[in-house]
């Protein structure tokens, strides 16, 4: 299995606490870089934020070109028809941080994924799906591609869920966003969803949401 190379930030020293977030398609693990300033929880206490970068694909639905990306689109249909292979491979790549992490000491209850766009869809299908009881899944601006054949966790069924979206998103519209919160509702989860006066982005007010729901993830652990 390919090692992803990975952006670190550790907030402090000794962190017991760490965040793993996947970018979106042809982006890298720098986009959300400075988001990390304006978090407020991860001043109060050191985490570690771990931003991998995708491997490089040829990507359907644009011309077959080679960019950052975690799995193939195939076509932009309603419904998003995704290299599902592809994805569950990457989502295996990405488990291998959490493992290293565990390694490192920390908690598997102290370990958080997220993602945006693809990244985000990638972070549902391992996070809903890891052997260990994680401390949360955010996903950003993005859908439950493998919400059909994903093998869930008995220890993740209670897992705390934000969904993040945009409503005027022209990439991922809002639509896939709220049938990721349907679907995940129907599998007995309880996603909290909040919608934004955005596009195919993140906002202030996004921020600030996230914020205080990792807050809220963090000091569950303590």
Known sequence: MTALNT??????DNPETTIIWLHGLGASGHDFEPVVPEFRFSKEQPVRFIFPHAPEL???INGGM???AWYDILAMDVDRKVDAEQLRASAGMVSELIRQERERGIAS???ILGGFSQGGAVAYELALS???RLGGLFALSTYFATADSIQLSEPNRKLPIFIGHGRFDPIVAEHLGQTAQQKLQALGYEPE???YGME???CLEEVRDLDAFLAQRVAATK
């Open 193 to 195: 969803y909040h919608a």
């Open 200 to 202: 195919h982005s993140l």
């Open 7 to 12: 952006l670190q930030i550790d907030t402090g």
């Open 130 to 132: 890891h052997p260990e």
């Open 66 to 68: 080679v960019m950052p």
């Open 58 to 60: 040829p990507v359907t």
């Open 109 to 111: 209850e102290n370990i």
